[in-house]
C-alpha cells in the first residue's frame, strides 16, 4: 500500500519495539533521502510535507516520515497468524489496488502460491 506498511517480524534479541524503532529510523533516512535526490514533481511536496510534520514533534529534528507508534500484535497461536497474515494478504483487494492478492507487486502473497516475490521471506513454521 501507498501510506502505510503491515509486516509479520520478530526480533533476535526479543525486542520487537526496538527493531520497530530501528527500522524506521533506518528507512526514514533512506526515504528522505531518495525524495531530496529525485527530480519528480512531489519532491517539494513531500519535502515540505516531512519538515513541517517534524516541527510540531519533540522527537524529530528535521523531518518525519513514519507516523509515531506501531499497532503490534503477539501472534500466539497458529489461527492468530493465519488471520493476520490474510488480512496483510488481502488489504490491496479490499482497497480496489489489485483483483488477487499475489497480484499486488509489494505482497509476499505471491511467495504463498509458488512464486517468487521481491523480498526474501521465511515461512513461519
Do not use: C
Amino acid at each position: 500500500m501507498s501510506n502505510h506498511v503491515h509486516v509479520i517480524a520478530r526480533s533476535e534479541a526479543n525486542d520487537l519495539s526496538g527493531t520497530i524503532r530501528d527500522m524506521k529510523k533506518h528507512t526514514s533516512k533512506k526515504l528522505f533521502e531518495s525524495v531530496q535526490q529525485n527530480t519528480e514533481s512531489r519532491r517539494g511536496w513531500m519535502t515540505w510535507l516531512f519538515t513541517s510534520v517534524a516541527k510540531s514533534s519533540n522527537e524529530h529534528k528535521n523531518f518525519q516520515v513514519w507516523q509515531g507508534g506501531n499497532n503490534a500484535e503477539l501472534l500466539e497461536t497458529n489461527l492468530f497468524y493465519d488471520q493476520k497474515l490474510n488480512y496483510i494478504h488481502q488489504n490491496p483487494v479490499r482497497a480496489g489496488v489489485v483483483n488477487e492478492p499475489h497480484e499486488y507487486r509489494l505482497s509476499s502473497a505471491i511467495d504463498y502460491v509458488g512464486g517468487k516475490g521481491l523480498l526474501k521471506i521465511k515461512f513461519l513454521e
